[in-house]
């Protein structure tokens, strides 16, 4: 079903949208330094699109995009496991060794840096992609099949 | 400096009684889900308040944001009054 709120909730989510997942994708990729990670900044994510679907309506058609993404994320969290398997499942072989997310961890205090981190940072990203997908499929669907009740009186009903 | 912390932590679990007593005696569902949000966005500053961030964020974003949202599209699919006819 397709909805339609009043200017004032669609200008307001249209701007809060971009903030609220911006911050979400900084707590995904700030997992390892700070407090959040994959699942929480992914449900931050889908936070701002269930924002947009409340203000909008379940526009367009996005099942296949949110699957393939979902399976997209998945599949790179299972790769990334089976790819340490030479020791155990999970081995961090990025850690330390200069390349993608590789750097030293300096000893003592320090502010933290994002290129730290591993395999950790890598799977923080692919359950980011996972629960963006899987809470906004979530959303949609309930959306989609929702029905058209009256949640206020000056809601203008946009038809399908 | 420690009973300010103590007074917060009274402020937001009598909040959280009021807002959670709000959930059971709204007869209007669209209320009760969003008293339910704001219960569940005190319930998050609680966990902020005893030093669990982590927590925090996960409650916030799935309690107050996401559940809402669900409930919300569930209750368009059915009537928004409570009531037995």
Redesign the interface.
Known sequence: MNWKMSRVVTTIADVLVAPIAIFGIYLILHGHLTPGGGFQGGAVVASSTALLIIAHGAFGEHKKDLSSLESTGLTLFILLALFGLGYTMFYNYLAGTGTLFGAEVPSGINPGYINTGGTVTLMNIAVGMEVIAALSLILWMMAKRSGSMDLETSRSEVEE | MFWIYQILHLLVLLSLIVTALAVVRFKDL?SAAISLGASSLLLSLEFYLLRA??VA??EA??GA??TT??Y??????T??EEGYK
């Open positions: 669209i961030p982590d964020i996960a974003a799935v944001a996401l949202a669900i919300i599209f569930a209750i368009k699919s009537e928004r």
